[in-house]
């Protein structure tokens, strides 16, 4: 369907009255709801098919930096910063998965300050740190985007819950399988700011270092 649309624009675009929008508004309205289609259906058959991880000794901090990296590009107007260990956080996980869920997060964050009307945005920001706490690795997604809602969030983390217009419902439940499937914890807080009139959320996982044992 894309690329039949895409065929269409090529072929008559430049037939069509330059003061006409409605041919290419339709057109971009076309591709723009094919790719949430495909988007969706893939959220879902990710979800259906999460295969069981296998872990294998990766530093977590190369996977935050990639992931922060891969949704940093596509969003310019966002400020990005990490705050990670010196060295490497060697730990036992399933690298594509961790990834999978670490640019989930990193993307949620970045989109939840799209939803601040442009009048109220100031200094878009998201912040990504980890440390080590004993036998756990912890990392902290901070955005100060449109926050979480103060009742029942925890059913966010559930299959086909949203706050979102176009969300499937899947992305935090992703997260959640991938993490829990590693023995790890996620909870959803609010972000420090918003303690002082602030807003914003913060995403924390908690992963074990584990040992490589099944």
């Known amino acids: 369907m ?18 006409d929008t409605v041919f290419n508004r339709c057109v971009d309205t076309i591709i723009r709801q094919v790719g949430d289609i495909g988007r969706m259906v893939d959220e879902f058959s990710g979800f259906a098919r999460m295969p069981k991880p296998a872990k294998e000794q990766h530093d977590l901090a190369d996977a935050i930096r990639e992931s922060v990296f891969l949704i940093s590009v596509g969003q310019p107007h966002i400020r990005f910063t990490t705050d990670l ?14 990834s999978q869920a670490l640019t989930n997060l990193v993307k949620n964050a970045a989109e939840a300050i799209e939803g601040v009307p442009a009048d109220q945005l100031v200094d ?18 901070v955005d ?14 559930e299959p086909y819950m949203t706050t979102r217009e176009k969300g ?3 992305g935090l439940a992703i ?12 909870d ?3 972000a420090p700011s918003v303690a002082t009139g602030g807003r914003g959320a913060m995403i924390r996982l908690t992963l074990p270092v584990g040992t490589g044992r099944a």
């Open 2 to 19: 894309q690329l039949s649309a895409e065929r269409i624009r090529r072929r008559y675009g430049k037939l069509i009255d330059e003061n």
């Open 85 to 98: 260990p010196d060295g490497q956080m060697i730990a036992w996980f399933d690298d594509r998965l961790i």
């Open 124 to 141: 878009p920001h998201v912040a990504v740190s980890a440390r080590r706490c004993g036998d756990d690795l912890v990392v902290e997604i």
């Open 144 to 157: 100060n985007g449109i926050g979480l809602p103060t009742t029942d969030r925890h059913r966010l983390l």
């Open 168 to 170: 499937t419902g899947l």
């Open 175 to 186: 997260v959640r399988k991938i993490v829990e499937e590693h023995d790890g914890r996620i």
């Open 188 to 190: 959803l807080m609010d």
